[in-house]
């Protein structure tokens, strides 16, 4: 399975963006589809994943209220919907796959810069 992201940028805090992540190869075997972000010096944070089959996401309580997964299933695309940014939220993203509930992490996408200034 390959990832890839994109949609990263500048933006002011309150802004919003939005960003994508396709999936292509063996995407039936993906169960679930991640969102990550990693810092400089800080370590990667999971922000929020969604069940490919049934829709059903979950989203990190710091981003809660503020950030939304979404996915469209007939174009393999996973979507991180992110609303009243604040400059903390500045970071790489990346999007994740796995095959097993429960398991590791298997495929990675590389990042997209997100940048939001004050």
């Known amino acids: 399975v390959q990832l890839q992201a994109s949609g990263g940028g500048l933006v002011q805090a309150g802004g919003s963006l939005r960003l994508s992540c396709a999936a292509s190869g063996r995407t039936f075997s993906v169960q679930t589809m991640g969102w990550f972000r990693q810092a400089p010096g800080k370590e990667r944070e999971f922000v929020g994943s969604?069940?490919?089959?049934?829709?059903?996401?979950y989203v990190a309580n710091s981003v809660k209220g503020r950030f939304t997964i979404s996915r469209d299933n007939a174009k393999n695309m996973v979507y991180l919907q992110m609303a009243s940014l604040k400059p903390e939220d500045t970071a790489s993203y990346y999007c994740a796959a796995k095959i097993r509930e429960g398991s590791s992490w298997n495929y990675w996408g590389q990042g997209t810069q997100v940048t939001v200034s004050s």
């Open positions: 969604i069940r490919w089959s049934t829709g059903t996401t």
